[in-house]
């Protein structure tokens, strides 16, 4: 009976580590929800066993009205190769306040086999109506506000406004300081959204993926634009017949500040692999060939690709060997899309001797924010063979297999250069025999009459001339070349518009090739700026500024004016004139 009592309690011991509730997360919808009307409490349970957990909640100031389920998830990873399965489940709350103010939900529980997670109050605001939503606004939205060093954040920033804008202009940019930054190529249109019960325009200001460089809190700095609003006034004499006039009001709108909180990554079983990479990643290593002879270059390729800041992986160790030197090695960032990025090592070697390296397994590993564990992969690393003998380097006079050069051909010494064949006036001692055919060219010694010798000097000017000439030529070539392209493509996005007319994106493609030092990439410059401060004259510079409000006006329709503006070819000529 004892033995009984005892597997017995050794196997609760055993299982219900595996039954805990890992991580609960309560979300509120709406945030702030109105009284008389219902909200939702869910509850999201990550676990890893299959045991129904138990909620138990006390509500005071609301009433439980309902319970439902909305689904299970189930994930497996291999760490260290063992497999472990989590689930995460959803629990729905509906609730009912029939009174503004606080509503708290207390000695929130979840049991999962015998094991009890307790979870902090939750606090709703409920409000009589709902809150007066501003005609224009800026808002920053984060995929994570809870992330561990390193790990990648989405962040955007956008304005929202419910009546027409005339014009808008960055004022200020987010400084996003204490993160590694890629920005995104924004080229968003203006959607048509819900927020908080009402119907907003909405444009993409601002995107980056954003990685935290350091342990602690965060910022997300706010992100500010000057807009002029529309507004109607219907305080005219005409108002009461819906006939208000129209008026422009100036406004600076700022994105609030948003808290990101950034954890430590574990200390504990960190593999000795272990790049700083966190987020699931890729490796891949490839080489040429696995023989060669001494002496010949040994190229070798390592390429990472993941969700991580590859920006700050450094490169592994491929081989190490005594007689094998290593060049610096160069590494590129290339991101691919807007959720992954690549980073390619090129590894540069160079065998003084022979040796013989054997295939071996190279351990990368990163950490998996999702599971909370470090993930090792193993690179194959391909083993090479170096065959030969090293040859010592020839002393000068003497050529490689040992015999003595002729004192009169040329060496790499500055007695024998051609400028000191050219201006020497030493007797030569070499004899031509007669019946020899030999190079018949300029005599470079011997005595020379002054006039040969400047006729000489002449002809190396001339020719000194020739070689610039030529490389001159070669390089404008090669750039006529790219600006020709350019224009090629300029020419065809312009007959474009010539036959389906204007529009915002071309004519904003065309105009920024005006922006010839990147100021608009830099941001804080705007495309009229770039206009303003072009070599166009004074007409072109005033249609195309026109153009572009106009095309701006009816592809955002900020303004409901048909205003229309015609293909003017003689002004699309100024432009190209300047590529």
Known sequence: MKLIKLFVITFLFLIIPTLRAEEVEVEVSPPEPLMNESFFVTFKIKTTGNVEPYISFTPSGAVVQGKSEQGVSISTTVINGKFTTSREQSYVYELFAEHQGQV???????????????????????????????????????????????????????????????????KEFPKLNKFIKRFHHINSPVETVQYKGQVFKRILAYSAKLFPEKVGSAVLDPMTISVQVIENDYSSPFGGFGMGSQHYKNKDLASPRIEIEVLPLPTENVPAGFTGLVG?????????????????????????????????????????????EQFDTKSEVTELGTQAAKKVFEYTYLARGPMNLKARDLNLAYFDPSSGHYIEKKVPVPGIEVSGVATPSSSPGVSPQGQNQNKDQPTSGTENDFLSKLFSSNDSS????????????????????WFDRWFDLLNF???AIIIGSLGKWYFESKNIVATSDRATEMKKVIAHMKSKGLNYSDLYKVVSVLDKQNKMANGGVSIIQIIDESPLNKEAK??????????????????????????????????????
């Open 461 to 463: 000017g001339l020719g």
């Open 104 to 170: 708290i939900l207390r000695n929130i529980k979840v049991e999962i086999g015998g094991k009890l997670t307790n979870v902090k109050d939750v606090n709703v605001n409920v409000l009589a109506q709902a809150r007066k939503v501003a005609d224009a606004f800026m808002e920053a939205t984060a995929s994570k506000t809870r992330v561990y060093l390193g790990e990648a954040i989405d962040v955007n920033y956008y304005l929202y406004f419910k009546t027409s804008i005339a014009a808008n202009d960055v």
């Open 542 to 579: 005033s249609y195309f500024k026109n153009a572009l409000m106009v095309c701006e006006e009816k592809t955002f329709g900020i303004n409901k004016k048909e205003n229309k503006t015609a293909f003017e070819g003689t002004q699309f000529k100024e432009i190209l004139k300047y590529l």
């Open 430 to 449: 070499k004899k031509i025999d007669k019946n020899t055919i030999g190079l018949v060219g300029p005599m470079m010694k011997g005595e020379t009459s």
């Open 280 to 324: 699931e990643h890729e490796f891949n290593l490839s080489i040429t060939k696995t023989k060669y002879l001494v002496n010949e270059p040994i190229e070798v390729k390592l390429e990472a690709k993941g969700k991580g800041a590859l920006e700050n992986m450094d490169a592994p160790a491929i081989y190490t060997d005594n007689s094998l």
